[in-house]
């Protein structure tokens, strides 16, 4: 019934275009966060296990999984991809 309740006002949240605007932004970053935390967990590995792949810290792995991460970048994303034998694909969709 909660769950109901919050799509409806979130639909009715994203008719507002400055809404939207700010929405649509958080969604990439939680998507990635939560993309780059499953494809490491369905490899098996730890936090600290894909940081010794990266050659970094296991708190920059926390934080490429963190939605409220700002700062990644393009090189970021490649070498994560590379550490998990991954490609990446970087494009614009229409609405």
């Known amino acids: 019934m909660k769950l109901r309740k919050f799509r409806d006002r979130l ?9 939207k605007k700010v929405f649509d932004e958080e969604d990439v970053y939680a998507r990635l966060a939560v993309q780059i935390a499953k494809l490491r967990e369905d490899q098996g590995l730890s936090q600290k296990d894909l940081a010794k792949r990266l ?23 490649v070498k994560l ?3 998990l034998h991954k ?8 609405d």
Do not use: C, V, W, Y
């Open 55 to 77: 050659h970094t810290s296991q708190q920059m792995i926390s934080r490429l999984e963190d939605p409220g991460n700002r700062s990644l970048s393009i090189q970021t994303l």
């Open 81 to 83: 991809a590379q550490a």
């Open 11 to 19: 639909r009715e949240e994203l008719k507002n275009p400055e809404f």
């Open 87 to 94: 490609k990446i694909e970087i494009g614009f969709l229409g």
